[in-house]
């Protein structure tokens, strides 16, 4: 077991390490409770062990992401699952293998097994597996752009040019973060409260249990895994209606009204729920691991969002022409309230025709999706001003002192008898990232459309916004977010060319976030006393192995699964219906095709939302100025503007329906278990999330290979999920839409 107390082992401390203890703790309270302050130099880290089930980790977990993100239901499977699924298979393997050393081209010696499976192992196969989660099932923005150019513009991009996108945006991500990490790793302000959850799962995993302490951890975790796999056939095949259980449209079938108020997959989902974990952890992440504080924030945006903001604007004002046009549908739209053909508006060269677009019709929106949309360009200011406001002054001390590189802490100081990693690495490979990626601007120009000064943009903006990002996000949790910002200037630049769009967000936002990534599982091995070459050779070898795993599945499913995407085309039950993706494609047209400036513009018909801006600006003012005026009043501060934006955040593709299934679960555990059995949750909270991800993931993977690749569907009621047909009708008179009545 691990204790607090610091080390003073001379190889890790150094000479001094006892009189200067109690000094070197670390300030940051919540990592003083959960982090070691100990570390062990002579334990082996990159062994055969930790290879094999570092690259087998990251392998399934990104087959399995990139698998389920093409889904009505995305599964998103953490790392989490593999960082408890290895336990087992790691001990096996210390207890089996042989102990013989083997030498490697007569110069490095190593053993298949060098002692028992510990805990640094442990840690480096976790990192190989995050490679695995945040390029499939986290982000998956690079592979969104891809599908989008194949799936639904119907390019024939080259397979090079794909994989070159796929690994210059994960290599560009992994150079900002190797120039950032003095910054944003070695200081003790800079903390990154994701990593203790991890830092916890580790300590809980590798102390020993004894049978008074109840039902082991890896026992519960296998029991629930099991069930969960049984369980998913009946959402997953036999009975999806548990998808999406919409009562109020059965009540009513013959009501519009009802079932736009009623329906779980196309209205507001008023009585409706989920009984597929799929479903319920699809957008948000598992709500197991979300703080209920962060629950409540995102219960009330929801509230005001779908049961006020939306009804009110629909029903009452007929906002935007919203009676044209489905009340929830991530579908773009003529005026005649039909679905918007972007093909009659391409030239051969994915150019917007101006003339043609003049003479089919301008871009609707359906209501809901709008004001999300609006939602957005609220939050994005919303999260500055609140970051300004209630951790501006210490964000400013903590980045001024991590400049200086002042205040190393314990962890900082056992950290320093390991050999760094020189920062010429990192510079060879941000400088190599560059240069395919405006290789390519060149070799695939009418691919790809972004020019190579568009692609220099994108680096300096990247490089301008990760530092101050990963300040925030480093002490408060809190990543803004600035992809709005980035397609609006890029959708002026270059107006008329949603390719070049796309590509801009992925190089000029996207690396940020996989920089981000890196630099939080730089703070893990930090934590747990990883020697760096050994974090920088497993995130380097977890991204080449992730990025290409990751384009061959999805290659292979764009090239072998019949019209996927294609709601239009596909058969009403298959699963292939790509929602995060159908969002991304209209995000190319909205931002990329018609540009900002037609649809937001003087004479736009979405040009109100730009005042949203303003308005998320001012919102987190009267809290901070409650905040200072009623100090004593703990809960003020709790309100945070920016995440009740997320209770409406990512609808479409998310519905209302996945989100109130989230709040629900999360409240469930997060408030009343935690609250009423607080043992229980500390002990196998983290683990049951891990094992609902397992069984729905592997259940899935099995349908799909055994039955649903075959043909082989079940047809009765039951199988069609939701069973709202009438809640995608327009309500506006002579508007004329298959399968629905006409208004006179």
């Known amino acids: 077991m691990f204790s607090n107390s610091t080390t003073t082992k001379p190889a890790a401390n150094g000479g001094d390490a006892a009189a200067g203890a109690a000094d070197e703790r670390c300030s940051v309270e919540e990592v003083a409770l959960v982090v070691p302050e100990t570390d062990d130099p002579t334990l082996p880290v990159m062994t055969f062990r930790a290879w094999v089930l570092g690259l087998v980790s990251c392998t399934i977990l990104i087959f399995l992401n990139t698998f389920f993100i093409y889904r009505t239901q995305p599964l998103s499977i953490s790392a989490i699952l593999m960082q408890i699924a290895v336990l087992p298979v790691g001990r096996f393997m210390a207890a089996t293998l042989p102990t013989k050393e083997y030498a490697l081209f007569g110069r490095w010696r190593f053993s298949l097994n060098p002692g028992p499976f510990n805990i640094k192992e442990h840690v480096i196969i976790t990192v190989m597996a995050n490679c695995g989660v945040s390029v499939g099932g986290g982000d998956a923005y690079s592979i969104g752009a891809i599908t989008v150019m194949k799936a639904y513009y119907k390019q024939s991009l080259n397979f090079l040019c794909a994989l070159l996108i796929v690994l210059t945006t994960q290599i560009l991500g992994y150079g900002w973060a190797g120039m950032l990490r003095k910054y944003l790793v070695d200081p003790v302000e800079m903390w990154w409260p994701s990593n203790l959850a991890q830092v916890s799962l580790f300590r809980a995993l590798h102390e020993k249990e004894t049978k008074a302490q109840g039902i082991t951890r890896m026992k519960f975790f296998l029991i629930c895994m099991t069930a969960s796999f049984i369980y998913y056939l009946f959402p997953g095949y036999l009975f999806q209606i548990l998808t999406f259980f919409s009562w109020v449209c059965w009540a009513w079938p013959h009501s519009i009204t009802a079932q736009q108020i009623g329906s779980g997959y196309h209205g507001l989902g008023v009585g409706a729920f989920t009984l597929d974990w799929a479903g319920i952890s699809a957008y948000h992440g598992s709500p197991l691991v979300t703080p209920f504080y962060s629950i409540l924030n995102v219960m009330v945006g929801f509230i ?402 055994a039955l649903q690749n075959e043909g082989i569907n079940v047809k009765w009621w039951g199988s069609q999920p939701d069973h709202c047909p009438l809640a995608s009708c327009p309500t506006a008179p002579g508007i004329v839409v298959q399968g629905c009545p006409v208004f006179s």
Request: aromatic content about 18%; glycine content about 6%.
């Open 304 to 705: 005001m969002f779908i049961y006020i903001i939306v009804p009110i604007c629909y029903w009452k004002f007929n906002t935007f022409d919203a009676h044209k046009f489905p009340i929830f549908s991530n579908q773009l739209f003529t005026s005649a309230g039909h679905k918007y053909d972007t093909t009659k508006i391409l030239t051969p060269q994915y150019d917007l025709n101006i003339s043609a677009y003049e003479s089919y019709s301008k871009l609707y929106l359906s209501p809901l999706f709008a004001l999300s949309i609006g939602s957005g360009f609220a939050r994005f200011t919303a999260t500055l001003t609140h970051v300004a406001l209630f951790h501006g002054g210490d964000i400013w001390k903590q980045s001024k002192a991590a400049v200086k590189n002042a205040k190393l802490d314990v962890h900082a100081r056992l950290m320093k008898s390991y050999s760094q990693v020189p920062q010429w690495w990192y510079l060879v490979l941000l400088g190599g990232s560059i240069v395919f990626s405006l290789m390519m601007s060149f070799v695939w120009k009418k691919d790809v459309q972004l020019p190579w000064w568009g692609m220099l943009f994108a680096f300096a903006l990247a490089w301008i916004v990760t530092l101050p990002i990963g300040v925030i996000q480093a002490t408060t949790n809190q990543q803004p977010g600035y992809d709005i910002i980035a397609q609006f200037i890029i959708g002026y630049i270059l107006p008329g060319k949603p390719i070049a769009n796309l590509l801009f967000k992925i190089y000029g936002r996207i690396s940020t976030i996989h920089a981000l990534s890196f630099l939080a599982d730089l703070k893990l091995g930090h934590y747990m006393k990883i020697p760096p070459k050994c974090m920088f050779t497993a995130q380097l070898v977890g991204t080449f192995v992730s990025g290409t795993v990751n384009l061959a599945v999805a290659w292979w499913m764009l090239g072998s699964i019949e019209n996927i995407c294609d709601v239009e085309a596909l058969h009403p039950e298959s699963p292939w219906t790509c929602p995060k993706f159908r969002v991304t494609f209209d995000a190319s047209v909205i931002w990329g095709l018609i540009g900002p400036e037609r649809l937001f513009g003087p004479g736009g018909m979405y040009r109100n939302l730009v005042w949203l801006f303003l308005i998320g600006a001012f919102l987190p003012v009267p809290v901070w100025v409650l905040s200072k005026i009623y100090p004593e009043k703990k809960w003020i501060p709790l309100i945070n503007i920016p995440v009740i934006s997320y209770g409406f955040a990512g609808m479409p593709p998310a519905t209302p329906t996945n989100i109130a299934s989230w709040i629900i679960t999360g409240t469930v555990f997060n408030y009343f278990v935690f609250k009423y059995r607080k043992t229980w949750w500390q002990r196998y909270n983290y683990v049951l999330s891990a094992a609902l991800d397992a069984g729905t993931a592997f259940m899935g993977v099995l349908l799909f290979f």
